[in-house]
């Protein structure tokens, strides 16, 4: 299955935070075996987010967002996927009661509209629990389209993919993804014309060509970097595929260059 993901936040698009979401949750897509060609970022504004959600539709059944599931008048994620998955908004009381009580942990005593506005969830949608803070999650499904919101703050997210999310999204998919990467030593422990990303790659020939797996090279200042990614229906499987070509790549480039052998 093909996902995608879309990060809402004018203050991304202005720099004003890093986007750590769309890193810890691309990892996680690709551990759990999802095919991510393409990320967006959105600034709070329907019709921009209304139109990267027609594109991402063109090329992916899964798309996963983040942000915009607050209080406040420019939160308008929520709001923006029930229209455009034709759904209505209505009252949920065990949100709501969610919602007080963080309200009053954080130190509030009013509760006012803005917190009654996250007690709106989707019709018909799988509603996501947020241990962490007021805005709940949520999942969509409309003809095959499928979408994931989640909260903008990385300590209110990362949780609720890991407690909610994951658990839906391995009914998705069939395969699983492993690496083997090789760290090969830099050009200060071993020949320049041995270990830069230029030789290493034309070593490896052919086997940069594969589909499964695949062997990618990547410059990097502690040394070159070659990834090996494999699928298969097993995590077992997939780590099996992966380490056959990647001794193929080490036949290639020569044992004593390499520094470190790491599985993900």
Same mark, same amino acid.
């Given at each position: 299955? +093909?996902?995608?993901?879309?990060?809402?936040?004018?203050?991304?698009?202005?720099?004003? #935070?890093?986007?750590?979401?769309?890193?810890?949750?691309?990892?996680?897509?690709?551990?759990?075996?999802?095919?991510?060609?393409?990320?967006?970022?959105?600034?709070?504004?329907?019709?921009?987010?209304?139109?990267?959600?027609?594109?991402?539709?063109?090329?992916?059944?899964?798309?996963?967002?983040?942000?915009?599931?607050?209080?406040?008048?420019?939160?308008?994620?929520?709001?923006?996927?029930?229209?455009?998955?034709?759904?209505?908004?209505?009252?949920?009381?065990? +949100?709501?009661?969610?919602?007080?009580?963080?309200?009053?942990?954080?130190?509030?005593?009013? #509760?006012?509209?803005?917190?009654?506005?996250?007690?709106?969830?989707? *019709?018909? *949608?799988? #509603?996501?629990?947020?241990?962490?803070?007021?805005?709940?999650?949520?999942?969509?499904?409309?003809?095959?389209?499928?979408?994931?919101?989640?909260?903008?703050?990385?300590?209110?997210?990362?949780?609720?993919?890991?407690?909610?999310?994951?658990?839906?999204?391995?009914?998705?998919?069939?395969?699983?993804?492993? *690496? +083997?990467?090789?760290?090969?030593?830099?050009?200060?422990?071993?020949?320049?014309?041995?270990?830069?990303?230029?030789?290493?790659?034309?070593?490896?020939?052919?086997?940069?060509?594969?589909?499964?797996?695949?062997?990618?090279?990547?410059?990097?200042?502690?040394?070159?970097?070659?990834?090996?990614?494999?699928?298969?229906?097993?995590?077992?499987?997939?780590?099996? #595929?992966?380490?056959?070509?990647?001794?193929?790549?080490?036949?290639?480039?020569?044992?004593? +260059?390499?520094?470190?052998?790491?599985?993900?």
């Amino acid at each position: 299955m +093909v996902a995608e993901i879309i990060s809402v936040g004018t203050e991304l698009l202005l720099g004003n #935070i890093v986007n750590t979401n769309a890193q810890y949750l691309a990892g996680r897509l690709a551990e759990l075996g999802f095919d991510l060609y393409y990320q967006t970022v959105v600034g709070d504004n329907t019709e921009h987010l209304k139109g990267a959600l027609d594109v991402a539709y063109n090329r992916a059944e899964l798309v996963i967002l983040t942000g915009g599931l607050g209080p406040t008048k420019d939160d308008m994620t929520k709001e923006m996927l029930a229209g455009y998955f034709g759904k209505t908004l209505v009252f949920n009381q065990e +949100v709501f009661d969610n919602v007080v009580k963080h309200v009053h942990e954080f130190g509030a005593t009013q #509760i006012t509209e803005n917190h009654r506005k996250q007690a709106m969830v989707p *019709s018909d *949608s799988l #509603i996501l629990t947020n241990d962490f803070g007021t805005a709940p999650g949520c999942v969509m499904k409309y003809e095959g389209k499928i979408a994931v919101l989640l909260p903008g703050p990385p300590r209110e997210m990362k949780p609720m993919f890991e407690q909610c999310v994951e658990r839906f999204l391995y009914q998705l998919v069939s395969k699983v993804l492993a *690496s +083997v990467c090789i760290r090969l030593k830099t050009k200060d422990e071993a020949p320049a014309d041995r270990v830069g990303e230029a030789p290493v790659a034309m070593k490896l020939g052919e086997l940069l060509d594969g589909e499964n797996p695949t062997v990618a090279t990547y410059a990097q200042e502690e040394g070159v970097l070659i990834r090996v990614t494999a699928a298969g229906p097993t995590r077992a499987d997939a780590i099996m #595929i992966a380490r056959i070509a990647a001794s193929n790549c080490i036949d290639r480039i020569g044992q004593d +260059v390499v520094k470190q052998v790491t599985e993900q």
